[in-house]
């Protein structure tokens, strides 16, 4: 015999079994209440059951006896039929179904034929498989008080946004995707909400973020909160996003306008499609203010942003983007070595007036198909950019010879001092290439700013943290090219310069002729004027050629181009590591 009893105390809510009847094992027995939960009683092991010691209502308190068995072999009853499907299941399966690409078969359809993809397709290129853990997938539009809940379910999935967190190249990285498909990609109640929501993980946890930004800015008519604020000048996402340390890339494509844009504008770095337009306006407010009626394809377009800074990064469609964003997200990662295919002896011109292309230069020092260029359209007369050398992420920083000589403008210096400022905050030595006369000079020149801009550079030299190595190639004159090595030739960790270089306190031919003007106007004879200028020049030019000046200790070393890359290599070396350093990426 034996004898089933009460384990707790509770309320015997059914009973199952008469006496008499043949029970398996696991058979279910009787039920009780407890805190509003009913717990089943089962059969330990199979037997007849002999009696039955409680009735339906009876309150336990624990150890009274339920039920009596006595044991025997019974039979295991036959199979009963599936259970019905469960209406939970079954509710959460068409929810999570109208969350799929495949529930708006119209819309993607659409998506598709102009060229674009949707935010789901974007999402999952960017991380890597299987990785990505979704936040508020459920939410909808703030508008339940004047839609029908179904069609906010169908409608407004996710409230247009997908937020969430994976792995990109095994790097934890957190991003969000704004769905035009949902309502044109406008910022809604809690599309805000779910923002904060990931940027708080992401700060909480140090990830990058990735942010797709295409969307026509704030949504007015999400009624549910009408009553609770006016203008909703206190949304937080703004300020919370502007204020992450951690890595933050950019991604337009189509429309970006208003709230979208200032989402884009706030990032480090920011990379569009051909076929994008960006404006902190867009039609709906450049009309609203009374400024006319303007197509969105007037607004912005990629050309107009490649040419004034905007666009760090131009490329064909999101495909490109989402390659371009997992690679610098990877930039940490150790790579393999890719020897450059040219000779860096024959980049530089043994006549010292000749120019050259400098990116061929860059190509002759970094890993081979490393360089990944940023705003090649804007600041001309430098060139800006990341790399690998002997696998390892650098920051580029070079003079451009074949633009005004490679002084440095105006929008150069802002070119320049931004890219230090990224390189800092995300941790990345920078190799600088220096070949400058010095500054753009002149009354004209002045009237841009220069000296405001020229100080960006010193400035973001002076703060930068990370380890720092200056070659110079060929002419490294005045501030120009204090300001390439960060604020002084002994400012790197490691100076040196090619065979071809030069350094001056100003440009060897003005100094002539600023430093000997008397003298040579009281030659009369043209010839011999111009004979003694010459001459004047190359003695300024031997006395600041390379190989003098290392031996006067104006930088660290001259080097065969051939050994640029072991030169750069060993001086990381013992260069301390790179470390996330500065305060915040200007958007300039």
Not at 8 to 32: C, F, K, M, N, R
Not at 483 to 492: E, I, S, Y
């Amino acid at each position: 015999m034996t004898i089933i009893r009460a384990e707790s105390a509770a309320l015997v809510a059914a009973i199952h079994v008469a006496v008499g009847d043949e029970v398996p094992a696991g058979a279910q027995l009787l039920s009780t209440e407890l805190m509003k939960m009913h717990h089943d009683i089962c059969a330990p092991s199979s037997g007849i059951v002999a009696a039955i010691h409680v009735s339906i209502g009876d309150e336990l308190r624990g150890g009274e006896a339920l039920v009596t068995l006595t044991q025997a072999e019974v039979a295991q009853k036959a199979e009963t039929a599936a259970p019905a499907p469960r209406a939970d299941f079954a509710e959460y399966q068409t929810r999570m179904a109208l969350l799929d690409d495949a529930a708006r078969e119209q819309a993607v359809a659409k998506r598709h034929a102009s060229g674009m993809r949707t935010a789901r397709e974007n999402i999952e290129a960017l991380f890597d498989a299987g990785s990505f853990s979704e936040y508020g997938a459920l939410a909808v539009a703030a508008q339940r008080t004047r839609r029908p809940l179904e069609e906010l379910h169908s409608r407004t999935q996710g409230d247009g946004i997908i937020v969430g967190t994976g792995l990109v190249g095994g790097r934890p990285v957190a991003a969000m995707a704004v769905d035009y498909m949902v309502m044109a990609g406008t910022q809604g109640f809690n599309h805000h909400r779910k923002m904060d929501r990931l940027i708080e993980i992401a700060s909480r946890d140090d990830l990058p973020i990735v942010i797709f930004a295409e969307g026509g800015g704030g949504r007015p008519n999400d009624y549910d909160v009408g009553a609770i604020m006016a203008a909703w000048l206190n949304v937080t996402s703004f300020r919370h996003f502007a204020a992450h340390k951690g890595p933050k890339i950019g991604i337009a494509a189509g429309f970006c306008f208003a709230g979208n844009a200032a989402m884009f504008g706030v990032c480090d770095l920011r990379i569009a499609t051909r076929n994008s337009w960006i404006g902190m306006g867009g039609p709906a407010m450049i009309e609203g203010g009374g400024l006319g009626v303007v197509k969105p394809t007037d607004i912005g377009p990629s050309e107009v942003q490649v040419a004034n800074g905007v666009i760090d990064l131009l490329v064909e469609d999101e495909g490109e983007a989402v390659q371009a964003a997992r690679a610098l997200l990877t930039l940490g990662a150790s790579g393999a070595a890719q020897p450059p295919q040219t000779d860096p002896r024959d980049v530089v011109p043994a006549d010292r007036t000749r120019a050259y292309d400098m990116r061929a230069a860059v190509d002759s020092i970094v890993d081979a198909g490393s360089f990944l260029e940023l705003r090649r359209g804007f600041g001309t007369g430098m060139i800006t950019g990341f790399a690998r050398i002997e696998g390892r992420a650098m920051g580029v920083l070079a003079n451009n010879p074949l633009h005004l000589g490679g002084a440095i403008d105006a929008a150069a210096a802002d070119k320049g001092a931004r890219f230090l400022q990224l390189c800092d905050a995300w941790g990345i030595p920078v190799l600088t290439l220096c070949d400058t006369p010095g500054f753009m000079v002149g009354p004209e020149i002045e009237k841009t700013g220069q000296v405001a801009h020229i100080s960006r550079l010193f400035l973001a030299g002076a703060h930068f943290s990370q380890p720092l190595v200056t070659v110079i190639l060929r002419k490294a004159y005045g501030l120009g090219a204090m300001a390439m090595a960060g604020g002084g030739l002994d400012r790197p960790h490691f100076c040196c310069a090619w065979p071809s270089g030069e350094v001056g306190a100003m440009g060897l031919e003005g100094a002539v002729k600023l430093g000997a003007r008397d003298h040579l106007a009281a030659i009369t004879d043209p010839a011999a004027r111009e004979a003694e200028y010459k001459r004047l020049v190359d003695e300024l030019y031997e006395r600041g050629k390379a190989l003098n000046a290392a031996s006067l200790l104006e930088f660290d070393a001259v080097i065969d181009p051939a050994r640029t890359r072991e030169e750069i290599t060993r001086a990381l070396a013992t260069a301390g590591q790179a470390r996330p350093g500065g305060r915040y990426v200007d958007a300039w």
